[in-house]
């Protein structure tokens, strides 16, 4: 197939495009910055370079977008030409373009919003795409406007298009502060792998399945994070005592955390759930919490190969007083 990858400077963009030179398909990078696995430069807001881009297109992923680090930086309405006009811009010129393969959009669990966090006292939140988003800043309104679009354009067009939340899986130091002061990174992503972050190889892998997959599911919204180890009956311990959840999945975690003085936090408030993405799409994601503390047991790198090479891209030019992302008025 012939695969149009926007947002090739980025982060999944770039990871798309390594893993895609080493298949039988042909990739076509597509951003707004000129880089190694960038084939054309220019912006999906110009129609005319969209059109362009489309031609003899099989498939399309479209990870391009404004980012939450990004709300503080652009304005809501820059988000929303972005993320919902340039999106729009991708499906009606893949519908004429004749794309009948498959979209693959890519989005957010941020777009669940306030549905991330239940009361206090409450168990944590079993978050599976039955959840209702309630987006709290402007990245998760555009986000599932985003989405709705590549609803509609598969009931009206017949375009196949699929939907996937990922959750976390940058490099790049946490955006909230009391989190980068209370762990170590490291320390602060291997806990996320057991509720809220996936490895960008499983990232991949789940979006190229999703290419495949796309004309006989129809339409399809996702989770895609690391497959957790805990049940709907921990949800309540989770959010009180959190260790000893933990505890009774992996009892090694204790001696490899104690090693490099890390914490477990003792509360986690959601867990994301790629129950639905593993039966339908066949996704089988390689990277989890488990795995991260038996690379740790063996001195390895708990990152993917594809993790480290991608590396960090950072979200803006420049650097902030405040720490690596500028405070948010959202």
Not at 16 to 21: S, V
Not at 246 to 259: C, D, H, I, L, N
Request: with cysteine; glycine share 6%; proline share 5%.
């Amino acid at each position: 197939m012939r695969i149009l990858i926007t947002g090739s400077a980025g982060h999944l963009g770039e990871a798309l495009m390594r893993t895609l030179e080493n298949s039988t398909h042909e990739a076509i990078g597509v951003d707004t910055k000129a880089g190694p696995f960038t084939e054309r430069v220019g912006s999906i807001l110009d129609r005319g370079f969209v059109k362009q881009c489309m031609k003899g297109v099989d498939a399309v992923i479209h990870a391009a977008t404004l980012h939450k680090p990004h709300v503080a930086t652009h304005s809501r309405q820059d988000f929303v030409d972005t993320n919902i006009t340039g999106t729009l811009n991708m499906l009606e010129e893949a519908v004429s373009a004749g794309v009948t393969s498959s979209f693959v959009y890519t989005s957010t669990t941020s777009a669940f919003g306030r549905a991330l966090t239940p009361p206090e006292g409450a168990p944590a939140a079993w978050i599976t795409e039955d959840v209702t988003p309630v987006p709290k800043n402007i990245y998760g309104v555009t986000k599932v406007a985003a989405e709705s679009l590549c609803e509609l354009f598969h009931h009206k067009a017949g375009l196949p298009c699929l939907v996937l939340r990922t959750s976390r899986f940058f490099p790049e130091e946490d955006d909230d502060e009391r989190a980068r002061q209370s762990f170590d990174d490291a320390n602060l992503k291997v806990n996320e792998l057991l509720h809220r972050r996936g490895d960008i190889e499983d990232m991949v892998s789940a979006h190229l399945l999703a290419v495949e997959k796309a004309p006989a599911i129809g339409f399809g919204r996702y989770i895609i994070s690391a497959t957790t180890p805990f049940t709907r009956e921990d949800l309540q311990e989770l959010r009180m005592n959190a260790p000893a959840v933990v505890k009774r999945y992996v009892p090694e975690f204790e001696a490899e955390y104690a090693k490099r003085g890390w914490r477990m936090p003792q509360s986690i408030d959601r867990v994301y759930v790629n129950e639905l993405a593993r039966a339908q799409l066949g996704w089988r994601p390689r990277h989890d919490f488990q795995s991260a503390i038996r690379s740790l047991r063996a001195l390895e790198d708990f990152r993917s190969p594809l993790a480290r090479a991608v590396g960090s891209k950072g979200y803006h030019a420049t650097t902030f007083f405040e720490g690596p992302y500028p405070t948010s008025r959202d």
